[in-house]
């Protein structure tokens, strides 16, 4: 398989589900497990960091009128935009501590383990399913909800734990209302994905990488255009009450993962 299809592949899934309730670490690290041996190190740093700054990309163009309300009315210092802001700072609290803190063991982690990814997805099932069923009310975000929201990020950096699924489950398991769910899932990992592009940039481990630009670009317009379509997909998703369907979804990739780390 030749590197720049492999880009595209790794684009479109990376874009797909980043929004999409399934998990997208622990799709890419199927995808690893299935391609080929030296996938996992030809697309290593680099392409990770251009899919991430694409999904970032398509999120902030999908939420561009929220964003622009939210930052120009904060500059006149409007209370809710304000405090809309210091909800999503809380949130990032706990991924940055066990981001910097656990770093070296998080990393260990995306070796192809295909028993944990499989067994991370299964629990992402259950999130889904039983959020789907427990929701029952429409209540405001709170900073509180947002800390417990942002725990529910931090878990979900384990690969098979799916970050929009666990984020918005836990909102709704909070009685969040669904639309604010959505929003303040997809918005919170924004800042968070530019500062770990920021550290990966600075690191300087990316000029140790030798990969072609135009694997680079197709990785990126895939992953841009496969993360805008799934996010506005996501959405209506949430306001109609289908998070059961993907709940299925990971249990059937759940299981094929874990029987294919015995075969």
Same mark, same amino acid.
């Given at each position: ?16 589900t ?13 995808a ?18 251009? &899919?991430h700054?694409?999904?970032?990309? #398509?999120?902030? =163009?999908? *939420?561009?009128?929220? !964003?622009?309300? $939210?930052l ?5 210092k409007?209370?809710d ?39 991370m ?39 098979g ?11 709704l398991l &909070? ?5 604010? #769910?959505?929003r =303040?899932? *997809?918005?919170?990992? !924004?800042?968070? $994905? ?5 550290k ?8 140790e990488?030798?990969?072609?630009t135009?694997?680079?670009g197709a ?12 996010c506005k997909w ?14 299925i ?13 015995f075969?």
């Open positions: 398989m030749s590197e720049l299809l492999r880009a595209v592949i790794l684009g479109i899934i990376q874009g797909l980043e929004f999409l309730p399934v998990s997208s670490s622990g799709h890419l690290e199927i690893r497990f299935f391609l080929e041996d030296g996938v996992q190190t030809e697309m290593g740093l680099a392409m990770s960091v251009v &899919l700054f694409a999904t970032a990309l #398509a999120t902030v =163009f999908v *939420f561009r009128k929220d !964003v622009w309300h $939210i120009s009315t904060a500059l006149q409007d209370k935009s304000i405090g809309f802001i210091l909800k999503i700072i809380v949130s990032m609290i706990p991924a940055a501590m066990v981001g910097f803190f656990f770093e070296d063991l998080l990393e260990s982690l995306f070796n192809k383990n295909m028993l944990l990814v499989g067994s997805l299964l629990i992402t099932a259950f999130l889904l399913w039983y959020s789907e069923k427990a929701h029952t009310a429409n209540r405001s975000l709170t900073y509180g909800k947002s800390l417990l929201i942002g725990l529910a990020q931090a878990v979900a950096i384990l690969p734990v799916s970050r929009s699924g666990s984020t918005i489950s836990t909102a &909070l009685n969040v209302e669904r639309s604010e #769910a959505a =303040f899932s *997809f918005l919170m990992v !924004v800042p968070l $994905i530019f500062g770990k592009i920021a990966d940039l600075l690191s300087g481990s990316l000029a990488e030798a990969i072609s135009s694997a680079l990785g990126f317009v895939a992953a841009f255009v496969a993360g805008f379509l799934a996501m959405i209506q998703i949430v306001k109609n009450a289908r998070l059961a369907y993907f709940a979804y990971c249990f059937i990739v759940g299981s094929i993962a874990i029987i294919s780390q075969i």
